[in-house]
Each structure stands twice: as structure tokens, then as C-alpha cells.
């Protein structure tokens, strides 16, 4: 008489594999919340920057006259960064417009979208 197989041991073999499987669906999935979770953080501090900038431009000195020329000459209008003399250093367009070093590496100009063929390092007080 043949012998009847247990379902309970073929079963069995299957349970580690189905774990493991799901356990490294697991890991996949909190690996693509974490990334989720700093590019949600890095958006938000970007937006907290823009903000920033925006309240201070609004800002009036106290002879009545706007800062707002003061502050967007020392401030990168793409990534909003304090010019300085490194990475973000102040640099002109052939168009007129400006940005740091690190945003200036675009082919068309952010602001009126004509071909950036020339750029000049300008140096600020």
C-alpha cells in the first residue's frame, strides 16, 4: 500500500520561504518610505528657504525704502543660497540675470529662457 505523504511536513518546507520572501519585501518597502521620507524632508526645507527669503524681501528698512534689491543681490534666485566665494559664488549671465555657480550650468536662462552662451564671475562686497 503506497504511503500517503504528510501535509503537514510538505507544508512546512514552504513556511521559511514564504517568510523570507516577505520579509525582504519588507525591507524593500521601508527602504523606499525612508527615501520617500528625505526627499519629503529636503522639499520642505526648501520650501521653509524660500519662505524665508520671501519675508525678508517683503521686509521694509525703516526710511521706507524696499531691502528687496539689497537682499536678491546677495541671493541665489534658483536655489536660494547666500552668494558667497566658493560653490555659490555670484555669476552673470550674457541675458543680465544671475545665479550661483552651482545653478549656473543651464543651457537656457531660468528667467527669460534665452540661450545662455556667455557667464561672468561677478564678485560681491
Do not use: W
Not at 518597502?29 to 525612508?34: E, G, K, N, P, R
Not at 550674457?94 to 552662451?117: F, L, M, Q, W
Amino acid at each position: 500500500m503506497p504511503q500517503k505523504k504528510d501535509r503537514n511536513r510538505s507544508s512546512g518546507s514552504l513556511l521559511p520561504v514564504v517568510a523570507g520572501v516577505l520579509a525582504g519585501a519588507a525591507v524593500v518597502a521601508a527602504s523606499f518610505f525612508a527615501a520617500d521620507m528625505v526627499e519629503e524632508g529636503a522639499a520642505k526645507e526648501k520650501s521653509k528657504k524660500r519662505k524665508e527669503v520671501d519675508e525678508e524681501v517683503d521686509a521694509e528698512s525703516d526710511d521706507g525704502e524696499s531691502d528687496k534689491s539689497k537682499i536678491m543681490d546677495t541671493v541665489c534666485p534658483i536655489c536660494f543660497y547666500n552668494y558667497d566665494d566658493k560653490k555659490h559664488a555670484a555669476m552673470a549671465f550674457n541675458c543680465g540675470h544671475t545665479a550661483c555657480r552651482a545653478c549656473s550650468e543651464i543651457d537656457t536662462c531660468y528667467a527669460c529662457r534665452k540661450p545662455v552662451t556667455q557667464r561672468l564671475r561677478l564678485y560681491l562686497n
